[in-house]
């Protein structure tokens, strides 16, 4: 925001956020914690094959049962069952427990098919078909060719180059509140839901649609949720089922999923997989960038990723084949794209830096795209980033970290995201004679801290504590909001945020400034007084008082300038490993962010260290396994799905790269840059650890052990 | 997560040992219930509680002490404390994330030790004092206070876990050290990655529950 604040009270501070306390203490209601008086509890049949055919389903012995108040089939006879988690059937019942009994009762008989799960699988010549389609072949698509310049010829001048295979496997979101919602009619054509939703416009839109019913009957609610990661945006199968259950028994019914089927059905980041050949001047400075890519996304696309990605390379061809599996569809997830694009593109530079035998920090340097906007930036986070990690004191060169059996290494990565606004978003701010100050938006808050941020701006504007100001939204039917992905929601938001209230304020100003026989322009506001040329002559309440019996309600856009768009961003790590064991231990983790404007420098860094730890858990444990034979998923669950645990995290150190001119850009998201070079810079440490590439991501001891013993196969450890 | 307490055998209030578990409040009944044997389930739960068997099948009511209060609910002998908290009597702090006592966002206090109620059955905890969070001091001396304060949350669905899993080893241990609150706290799981937070609001509220 250009010019504002010219000389901030709050914007910038570090501010606990609204309703931390309600969540600490277990007060905060979530969508999954509601139940409305007679609400019915709904689960879901899913297909528990990787591939099959409804052959006939058949509900009737599930209705008998005690309880149960409503049954829907979704698949019908001949309904293809493309994955595991495959939607089939629901039943709503007056417990839980009732529902899942009469869930195993529905009668289904399948034709079970021969199915792909693994990219392997699928790619095979001959293997069973997830689609039919004229352009898929082998299950695989083939992408767009991107070319830039003549790379073929300019590889064949460059001095030195690298080929390297990498790979990074399908994860999951693994929301902690599962998938669902609660739907309760209020009449037959009036719909009122509590949605685990990150759009909560986007859910009433898509219900409205579904049922046949106005849009403005439909009120979806979101005052908490539980972690969306871009996999919840939609109403999806079983909001709409639920709603149906809702209208079929008349009573409310309550649907989210279990934990299997939040990993088999709802969502998933697609794997990426690539052959990249790089190549450099004698001195460093790259020419050309030839690359094979595919990766999957289950039984949808979603996999195509950017490349070459941050570094100028001059010439440069790839192609990408989008394969298909009889696996759940990928969905957004933080960032998508990115954490692929930097793993593959940064093990690329290092391995090349290595063989140029220059260090990896210089090499990347030498390649930021000359004149770019961005290249000052990453040239002083890198700086920073190196300082505070000691990359000169403590770096070794690939492979000469010891002959221990724990060998230590750094590395790092850089990386690029968007997190620009809209311009279509509305905020109301009304102002009450009571002093109460109240938000409007639908918009909602999916961890971020967006509830806070508007009350930090709104009292920023008005003097007062961001606590003073009632901060709602979460409720569809609000004046339109951004849904919350893409790290947009902040620059959507904050714009139209400040014009509401300072719209509200000017209003107020005119009608108060008579009764103090002043004028308009001589009216102030700070520390929760109203100031006349300067002095303070009354509170904030009594001011308010001064509006009689009406309150001031004014509706913000959004306004040129005041947000902006693109980010760098630095990480680096350091790491030991045990190269008899495989176990990588992360030691400490750097991570420089620039992002505009901070507005409340505590959730910021939340948000960075939540990158960071997101990206540590996709660095080092995370995957999800399938098993060839059966087709099913063998990890559906928490404790053989691995994520990181208090003892697994290292010392992190956040620094917000923020100059003056960078607060003169204005607003701009955080939630996916921090996250997309933490696995790229950890790979790059193990690899400069144990001097040999580990080509697969996580960096498990399998993965690690494998990478060493091909390496001893070959005679080069 | 008691397990990772190196002072679990050293005083204070008994701990959950897997045995116990295997034996009393968890998996044999549930298995039991499982195969059909509804009879066996409530042996196990009449062992625990040292009264003579009573054979329960189907839905039965019982009454639990709930952060002070008395509520009845009717479950089944399977119903898991955390199902009966949750969808019986809108107790709604503890959540359920993995369902099999993987993650800790349904710690609750049972006896004053913290369990996963998602794998603990309501029949066994008649009886028995169940603490959860709502019931905790929201004061600048409490734990949610710290959680507030370091940002230790953000979606905040894995909060009341923590929250619930920090205070119970507060309660036992009052000066932990760094690497004692890792450890007090690896049952417990959070996707968005707040762990820098709760490891400053355990160490914050230590020392302010000293202040008390």
């Known amino acids: 925001m250009a010019n504002w604040p010219a000389s901030p009270n709050l914007i910038g501070k570090s501010i606990p956020r609204l309703d931390g306390l309600l969540k600490a203490s277990g ?108 352009n898929i072949r082998n299950n695989s698509r083939k992408g767009r060719s991107q070319t830039k310049g003549n790379p073929e010829e300019a590889m064949s001048k460059a001095d030195v180059t690298i080929e390297g295979t990498y790979s990074l496997p399908v994860i999951t979101h693994v929301c902690l509140e599962p998938h669902g919602l609660t739907a309760k009619w209020e009449g037959p054509d009036k719909l009122t839901v509590w949605a685990s939703t990150q759009a909560v416009q986007v859910v009433a839109g898509e219900l409205a649609d579904a049922l046949d019913i106005p849009v403005a009957n439909v009120t979806v609610l979101t005052d908490y949720m539980g972690g969306g990661f871009g996999s919840k945006f939609s109403a999806d199968v079983w909001g709409r089922t639920a709603a149906e259950l809702a209208q079929k028994a008349g009573k409310p019914v309550k649907l989210f999923l279990d934990r299997a089927q939040e990993h088999l059905a709802a969502g998933n980041r697609p794997s990426a997989a690539g052959k990249i050949k790089l190549g450099a001047t004698r001195d460093g400075k790259l020419v050309a960038l030839i690359a094979t890519t595919h990766g999957t996304g289950g039984a949808r696309g979603g996999s195509l990723f950017p490349l070459p990605y941050v570094y100028d390379v001059a010439a440069s061809a790839r192609t990408h084949n989008e394969v298909f599996v009889n696996c759940g569809g990928a969905r957004a997830m933080r960032a998508p794209g990115h954490p692929q694009a930097c793993a593959l593109m940064e093990a690329a530079m290092d391995d090349l830096a290595d063989k140029l035998g220059i260090d990896p920090l210089e090499f990347r340097l030498k390649n930021l795209a000359p004149g770019d906007f961005h290249t000052p930036i990453y040239e002083g986070e890198v700086r920073q980033g190196a300082e505070l990690i000691g990359w000169r004191e403590k770096r070794k060169p690939r492979g000469q970290n010891g002959g221990g059996p724990v060998r230590h290494g750094l590395g790092m990565a850089l990386h690029q995201w968007g997190g620009g606004g809209t311009q279509d978003k509305k905020v109301s701010c009304t102002i009450n004679p009571d002093g109460s100050v109240e938000l409007k938006a639908a918009t909602q808050d999916i961890g971020t801290g967006a509830r806070t941020i508007l009350a930090v701006i709104a009292a920023e504007v008005l003097g007062l504590r961001p606590t003073d100001i009632i901060s709602n939204i979460g409720n569809s039917s609000f004046p339109p909001g951004q849904p919350s992905g893409g790290s947009t929601t902040s620059p959507s938001m904050a714009p139209p945020c400040l014009d509401a209230v300072t719209r509200a304020r000017d209003a107020m100003f005119k009608k108060v400034a008579p009764t103090v026989q002043a004028a308009a322009e001589d009216l102030e506001l700070r520390n929760g007084q109203l100031y006349v040329e300067g002095e303070p002559i009354m509170g904030w309440k009594e001011a308010c008082r001064k509006l009689g019996m009406a309150s001031i309600s004014e509706t913000g856009s959004a306004a040129d300038g005041l947000a902006s768009v693109g980010v760098g961003g630095c990480q680096f790590a350091e790491v030991t ?119 697969e991501w996580p960096m498990t001891p399998r993965n690690v052990l494998n990478a060493l013993a091909t390496a001893s196969k070959e005679g080069k450890a | 997560m008691r397990r990772h307490d190196p002072n679990n055998n050293n005083g204070g209030a008994p701990g959950h040992s897997r045995r116990d578990f295997l034996r009393g409040s968890g998996l044999a009944a549930a298995s039991a219930v499982l195969t059909g044997g509804a009879t066996a389930a409530v042996e196990e739960a009449g062992a625990v509680q040292e009264v003579g068997p009573k054979v329960v099948s189907s839905a039965v009511e019982i009454t639990l002490k709930v952060n002070g209060q008395e509520h009845k609910a009717t479950v089944e002998p399977r119903t898991t404390l955390l199902d009966t908290l949750r969808n019986r009597l809108d107790v709604t702090g503890p959540k359920r994330v993995c369902d099999r006592a993987s993650c800790g966002a349904c710690t609750t206090i049972v006896d004053g030790a913290p369990v996963y109620s998602c794998t603990t059955l309501a029949i066994t905890c008649q009886g028995k004092t169940i603490e959860t969070l709502e019931s905790f001091d929201v004061g600048e001396k409490g734990v949610p206070h710290a959680f507030h304060q370091n940002d230790a949350l953000m979606c905040g669905y894995c909060t009341p876990g923590f929250v619930t899993a920090c205070k119970a080893m507060l309660d036992k241990n009052p000066n932990p050290t760094l690497e004692e609150v890792r450890k007090g706290l690896d049952g417990n799981i959070c996707r968005c990655g707040t762990y820098i937070g709760v490891l400053q609001a355990a160490l914050n509220a230590a020392k302010a529950m000293k202040g008390a």
């Open chain 1, 27 to 134: 007060k905060a209601k979530y969508p999954s914690d509601v139940r409305p008086e007679g609400t019915l509890f709904g689960v879901m049949l899913y297909s528990p094959y990787a591939h099959a055919r409804v052959k006939s389903i058949d509900l009737s012995p599930a209705e008998t049962m005690p309880g149960v108040k409503a049954a829907i089939a979704i698949a019908k006879a001949g309904t293809p069952l493309r994955y595991q988690g495959d939607d089939i059937a629901a039943v709503a019942a007056e417990t839980e427990e009732q529902a899942r009994d009469a869930i195993r009762a529905i009668k289904v008989e399948y034709e079970v098919l021969p199915h792909v799960v693994t990219e392997h699988q699928a790619m095979a010549e001959g293997a069973p078909e997830v689609f039919k389609g004229s």
């Open chain 1, 577 to 695: 490993v045990d190269i008899e064991t495989g176990v990588v231990r992360v030691k400490k983790i750097v991570a420089i962010q620039d992002s505009g404007l901070i507005i409340d420098r505590l959730t910021w860094e939340s948000q960075v260290y939540g990158g960071v730890i997101m990206g540590l858990n996709y660095g080092l444990f995370e995957e999800r396994i399938m098993d060839p034979e059966t087709g099913v998923m063998l990890n559906p669950d928490l404790e053989f799905y691995k994520l990181a645990g208090a003892s697994d995290i290292p010392e992190i150190v956040v620094r917000a790269y923020d100059p003056p001119d960078q607060k003169a850009r204005g607003v701009i998201g955080v939630g996916e840059p921090p996250t997309i070079s933490t696995a790229a810079a950890i790979a790059n440490a193990v690899t400069n650890a144990i001097g040999v590439r580990v080509p």
